[in-house]
């Protein structure tokens, strides 16, 4: 079992940077995909990020393609977002999760949940 822990998320003005921090617990951290999702008010939690065991194969969903990094340290058990050039619509709570399998684009193929750190983009 593996518990996540996101950090990171705060107020930040549109144009500007924030890199969030996803910390497992447990000795079984590398041998899941993570993934990031977020989810605004009213809206159904969508696929933001993933990466692989290894790490050397991403996917990003096309909104946040080119502005948004995934990374991951299997040392530090530890999956990290960079966000750049952030817009106001990227406002949500953000929460990242370890694949159990199947496509990596359906929360519902993830088996652990952090708590979601709240980031908002002000305009």
């Known amino acids: 079992q593996a518990q996540l822990v996101e950090s990171g998320g705060r107020l930040v003005q549109a144009g500007g940077s924030l890199r969030l921090s996803c910390a497992a617990s447990g000795r079984t951290f590398s041998r899941y995909a993570m993934g990031w999702f977020r989810q605004a008010p009213g809206k159904e939690r969508e696929f933001v990020a993933a990466i692989n065991v290894i790490g050397g194969i991403t996917d990003y969903a096309d909104s946040v393609k080119d502005r948004f990094t995934i990374s991951r340290d299997n040392a530090k058990s530890t999956v990290y977002l960079q966000m750049n050039s952030l817009k106001p619509e990227d406002t949500a709570v953000y929460y990242c999760?370890?694949?159990?399998?199947?496509?990596?684009?359906?929360?519902?193929?993830?088996?652990?949940w952090g708590q979601g750190t709240q980031v908002t983009v002000s305009s």
């Open positions: 999760a370890a694949r159990a399998s199947g496509s990596i684009y359906y929360p519902e193929n993830y088996i652990y």
